[in-house]
């Protein structure tokens, strides 16, 4: 049989690890049974692209994985080749199906079978079976229609031996050439989050250190410089995730590290093995949801605010590692002045950045299931958003999405973090009215740096003016135009001018300068004419 794996990602630099996993697990007499082809690809690709390669291999079979952002997309692309190959059979799996999946086979008839769970002990049997028609399903994991009509539901497969399959890296699928590498260090998570495709009862099953460690050096030797570390609570077991990053600093920064954490689990083997790591070494995805303890009971996860808001502090306050953060907007029971507060004290804390989302509540989740007992409405279509609950209104929801925006376009944007930070800490209303202000003055608009800069400037002209001279000074220090906003209020100094000017450089022609007038102050900036940069090279606050 023809083959085809179809792999849509949703970037160039984003890839799915199913497929080599799954491969890796064929021994070579079971993979020469068939013939075999990839079709890997991004989004941007475009549907027409991905229809007409596969149907100039024309295969027997597709397998392909589905999940939350390629859902639609691909579900258009095996439409598609289903229409211009009628015969080809196709068997889908990934985190789509992980809960009900009988609609989803009678609504898509041409869709063979879709499975759910982890399939890489799985596979191999599967692969052998393929050539036949249903008994290829009779395994656990397979959902699928039988030659009656009558839906067929086999469960949900579990590896029992995670630490015993052999690894992606030795399959010929695995991305190699991609900005970073995926690296599954473990299955399961002791958090039960209601929210969250793994939290269920599995038991955790860990891949050895010592053979990390093979691994590991084997990546480095292929020259990557970023591995994402596969484990759903890094530092659930301190002596472990300890042992793991005295193991990564061995490389002294040569490949960063990104982990999940819990912040709340900061015992002090794992603070001290953290501190010793060299710069560069980790990259901290630091998982918070919200500061709110009622909202977190109802998802499972029973952290402490207190505790939560100083391991936060204290990631951020070593410096040397990046500390991501993140909330979710529609959870249970969290209003949007409670994401505001939220807001608040992530900002004060400064972690390196914040990340907003909407809650999605994704197949054979708790809180899926749940979602009727919590009064919560949600698209039922991918990527299943929260569209309103009885704590956050539907327009309660839009605004999260703004101030997402807000919070990437300038908090997480170095040039500008530090502004807002001042605005948000001198004013507790500015996040607030400032989101509803963006709300409409964004609206149709390129969210360039000029428009950045406008927008904001104009909002506090209008209603924080003692804060419109922070904002022009940071529109001078970025080198933005000299001709709008801010910048038209700006004064060019001449060499010809009496009015000393506390930058000049006397042995150089290459600088120009100019000048903010304040009552009482006087802000100067300089700027290199030759060279491309706009930016400021040096500032100068002269007092009168």
């Known amino acids: 049989m023809k083959v085809l794996w179809l792999d849509i990602n949703s970037s160039y630099s984003h890839s799915s690890l199913a497929i080599p996993a799954m491969d890796a697990q064929l021994s070579a007499s079971v993979k020469e049974m068939h013939s075999w082809e990839i079709l890997s690809g991004s989004l941007k690709m475009g549907i027409s692209w991905f229809t007409q390669r596969a149907v100039e291999y024309s295969p027997d079979i597709i397998l392909s994985t589905l999940w939350l952002f390629n859902h639609s997309f691909a579900m258009e692309v095996l439409s598609r080749v289903h229409s211009l190959i009628p015969g080809v059979r196709i068997v889908l799996g990934g985190p789509e199906f992980l809960g009900e999946n ?96 793994s939290g269920n009862q599995r038991i955790i099953d860990e891949v050895p250190l010592a053979e990390m460690e093979i691994r590991i050096e084997k990546i480095h030797k292929r020259g ?28 002294n920064g040569e490949i960063e590290f990104h982990t999940e954490i819990h912040p709340s689990f900061m015992e002090s083997e794992f603070r001290d093995s953290i501190e010793k790591a060299p710069a560069g070494t980790l990259h901290f995805e630091a998982g918070i949801q919200s500061f709110q303890e009622k909202t977190l009971a109802s998802c499972n996860r029973y952290d402490k605010k207190e505790k939560t808001i100083n391991g936060i502090k204290y990631l951020s306050s070593l410096e040397k590692h990046q500390v991501h953060t993140d909330l979710i907007a529609g959870l249970p029971f969290y209003t949007y002045q409670q994401l505001i507060d939220d807001l608040h004290i992530l900002i004060e804390i400064n972690p390196a950045e914040i990340q907003l989302e909407s809650l999605k509540l994704l197949p054979g989740t708790e809180l899926r299931k749940k979602a009727g007992e919590y009064g919560i409405k949600f698209s039922q279509l991918p990527p299943y958003e929260v569209l309103e609950t009885p704590d956050i209104s539907h327009t309660g929801l839009i605004k999260a999405h703004f101030l997402s925006v807000i919070i990437d376009l300038y908090y997480n944007n170095p040039e500008w973090r530090g502004l807002l930070t001042g605005l948000v800490t001198r004013n507790n209303s500015f996040l607030e009215k400032f989101t509803d202000h963006f709300f409409y003055a964004a609206y149709g608009k390129s969210l360039n740096n000029e428009n950045k800069g406008l927008i904001i400037w104009n909002f506090c002209n209008s209603y924080f003016p003692a804060e419109t001279e922070a904002v022009s000074i940071k529109w001078m220090e970025i080198g933005l135009s000299f001709t709008k906003g801010p910048g038209a209020e700006s004064i060019p100094w001449k060499y010809s001018d009496m009015l000393h000017n506390p930058l000049f450089d006397k042995g150089s022609r290459e600088h120009t300068y100019r000048y903010l007038e304040y009552p009482g102050r006087r802000h100067w900036f300089s700027y290199n004419r030759k060279t491309n940069s706009s930016k400021s090279l040096a500032k100068f606050t002269e007092l009168f």
């Not at 898509?108 to 759910?116: D, G, H, L, S």
């Not at 410089?225 to 490389?251: C, G, H, P, Q």
Request: hydrophobic share 35%; with cysteine.
């Open 102 to 197: 009988e609609g989803f086979l009678i609504k898509n008839r041409f869709i063979e079978a879709v499975f759910r769970g982890e399939g890489e002990e799985v596979f191999p049997e599967f692969v052998k079976r393929m050539g036949e028609t249903t008994d290829c399903y009779e395994m656990d994991g397979f959902c699928y229609l039988d030659k009656n009509g009558k839906y067929r539901d086999n469960g949900t497969a579990q590896v029992k031996s995670f630490h015993k399959l052999l690894p992606p890296e030795q399959s010929i699928y695995f991305p190699w050439d991609k900005p970073f590498v995926q690296l599954e260090t473990s299955r399961g998570c002791f958090n039960r989050c209601a929210f969250c495709i």
């Open 224 to 251: 990557i410089k970023e591995i994402r570390i596969l484990d759903r609570t890094f530092n659930a077991n301190t002596i472990r995730a300890s042992k793991m990053v005295r193991l990564f600093s061995k490389y």
